[in-house]
């Protein structure tokens, strides 16, 4: 599990993203409430869920409102069931009507992403394979829904393109062959916290497995074609140095498959470009 998330080191974002939804002011609130009136707001969990994103939640009232006090009853990570409650918000009315579709969309949005990553990781219990994600991120989330990833007790994969080297097909194929890009990879050895290449079949595996990278990606590939991957990693690397890892085509339904074909690794684009923002409400009366 993470550390709880500083949401003060998001409020610039924060801010972008309630300029966006404000625009030149919302009238709405402005004509029809008071701005002396004051107000409590309750988080309530529709479905169930895995909590993530809470103190991002309360960070943009407190953007609105600087009194704004809030009573968080459950933390990033919890499982929630219809009718929990994990927090109330105090503040200004205005302030919560206004910051309420930013701060619920990003709550139901990381919500998502936990609870989507929870279900992959409970699949594969009890394997040794891990679920990572992906840089299949959205454009300014990337940050909050890996961090949403790990909430739900998945690992991050690269952060950006600057942390590892990962030669895809494309890289293959311009830098002239799997055994080329390899060669040329090398020049970032100590720079890069891993060098790792997507193969396709056991032609292009058994080219990775002469140049020894850290980690080889076994790229849409049925189970059973998984499974003879690692069983060659493994005759050729006894010290067992290099790491496995499967993506492409990997479901709910196939994840064990794939888990119990002795990968280490099993890199999931849906969590964070796919999962189902999940059902909250948020509901405010006179305080």
């Known amino acids: ?15 972008s993203f309630l300029a966006e939804d404000l625009g030149s002011g919302d009238i709405t609130t402005e004509t029809t409430v008071s701005a002396t009136q004051r107000a409590r707001g309750e988080i309530i969990a529709k479905a169930p869920l ?21 009573e968080i009853i459950c933390h990033d990570g919890e499982e929630l069931t219809p009718g929990n409650i994990p927090a109330r918000v105090y503040a200004s009315a205005r302030a919560l009507l206004s910051g309420e579709r930013v701060a619920l969309n990003l709550l139901q949005r990381l919500s998502g992403v936990a609870t989507q990553t929870r279900r992959y990781v409970r ?15 959205t454009p ?24 590892a080297v990962l030669i895809k ?27 790792e ?23 849409n590939m049925s189970p059973q074609l998984v499974g003879q991957c690692v069983a060659q990693v493994r005759a050729r690397d006894e010290k067992k140095q ?6 492409g085509g990997i479901t709910l339904a ?26 909250l409400s948020f509901e405010i009366a006179p305080d």
Request: hydrophobic share 45%.
């Open 140 to 163: 300014g989330l990337r940050a909050l829904e890996k961090y949403a990833v790990l909430v739900g007790g998945g690992k991050s994969h690269r952060k950006d393109l600057g942390e």
């Open 123 to 137: 699949a594969i219990e009890g394997t040794g394979a891990r679920i990572l994600d992906t840089r299949k991120t």
């Open 254 to 279: 196939n994840v064990r498959a794939f888990a119990e074909a002795g990968v280490d690794w099993i890199s999931v684009g849906a969590l964070t470009h796919s999962s189902p923002a999940v059902d």
């Open 197 to 219: 290449i997507e193969v396709t079949n056991l032609d292009e595996l058994s080219e990775a497995l002469s140049n020894a990278p850290d980690v080889i990606l076994l790229d």
């Open 242 to 247: 290099i790491l496995t890892e499967a993506s």
């Open 50 to 70: 895995v909590l993530a994103g809470i103190e991002l939640f309360a960070e943009v009232f407190r953007l609105l409102d600087k009194t704004t006090s809030t």
């Open 169 to 195: 097909e494309n890289h293959i194929r311009l830098a002239g062959g799997v055994r080329a890009a390899l060669a040329a990879a090398e020049a970032a050895r100590g720079r890069a916290a891993w060098i």
């Open 1 to 15: 599990m993470p550390s709880t998330l500083d949401a003060s080191a998001y409020r610039d974002l924060l801010k």
